[in-house]
């Protein structure tokens, strides 16, 4: 079954903008992690944050996680054409297999150049 | 890091039919992961295939229409068996070499079913 729920569904912006995504989950969790996927192609991984963290930062990426109310947020800093993708929050439950990740609906981006 | 080559990248197949999607990667890895996602959807774990034992699958997917072969620790195919429309998703391949959780995924087997 599903664990995240991104929102928005559907983000679309300008060039230079920046782009905020959020993710819940249900249950407690290891870890949390976001992907990247273009368009119907395989999943990218992007940035990985442990339940002992609250912020992360990569690149022009920056991820927080709250455990408390079990939710995440991606930033994306001066968005560029090419972030143009559709992000997956995954959680890897602490119950279960280390590497069995539960993925998020998904949130579609749209940089507008 | 992992490199996964998956085979075939796109077919259209007819109702009725049974299709083998494989997985190659380019180091040895305990686990393989398939995923399906529907069109529009997120990523729904199908089965676990792990070397020399049989694949665990995921409630609500069966061995009789998803067989998976795992011949060895670099390799592992998926059969989709008598497809219909509802089937028609892309089938992604992933491992987890790191052991941290995070997954590597093939580019993905896109299936449309007629």
């Known amino acids: 079954s599903q664990q995240g729920e991104e929102d928005p569904q559907a983000l679309s912006i300008q060039e230079g903008e920046n782009a905020t995504m959020n993710c819940s989950y249900k249950t407690s969790i290891n870890n949390l992690q976001w992907y990247r996927q273009n368009s119907g192609r395989g999943l990218v991984h992007l940035i990985l944050?442990?339940?002992?963290?609250r912020e992360k930062h990569s690149g022009r990426l920056r991820v927080t996680l709250d455990t408390s109310k079990k939710s995440s947020s991606l930033l994306i800093t001066a968005s560029r054409a090419a972030d143009t993708a559709s992000y997956f929050c995954a959680t890897v439950p602490t119950q279960g297999g280390s590497e069995k990740l539960v993925f998020g609906k998904g949130t579609k981006l749209t940089v507008n150049p | 890091s992992a490199v996964i080559s998956q085979k075939p990248s796109r077919d259209i197949c007819q109702r009725g039919t049974s299709l083998t999607i494989q997985c190659q990667v380019d180091?040895?890895?305990?686990?393989m992961f398939w995923y399906r996602q529907q069109p529009g959807q997120s990523l729904t774990l199908i089965a676990t295939?792990?070397?020399?034992?049989?694949?665990?699958?995921e409630s609500g997917f069966v061995i009789d229409k998803f067989p998976i072969s795992r011949p060895n620790l670099t390799f592992s195919t998926l059969t989709v068996s008598n497809m219909s429309p509802e089937d028609s998703s892309i089938y992604l391949c992933?491992?987890?070499?790191?052991?941290?959780?995070?997954?590597?995924f093939g580019e993905g087997s896109r299936l449309t079913v007629l």
């Open positions: 295939a792990n070397q020399g034992s049989e694949a665990t699958y």
């Open positions: 944050i442990r339940s002992n963290e």
């Open positions: 180091s040895q890895v305990t686990m």
């Open positions: 992933s491992v987890g070499p790191g052991g941290t959780g995070e997954l590597f």
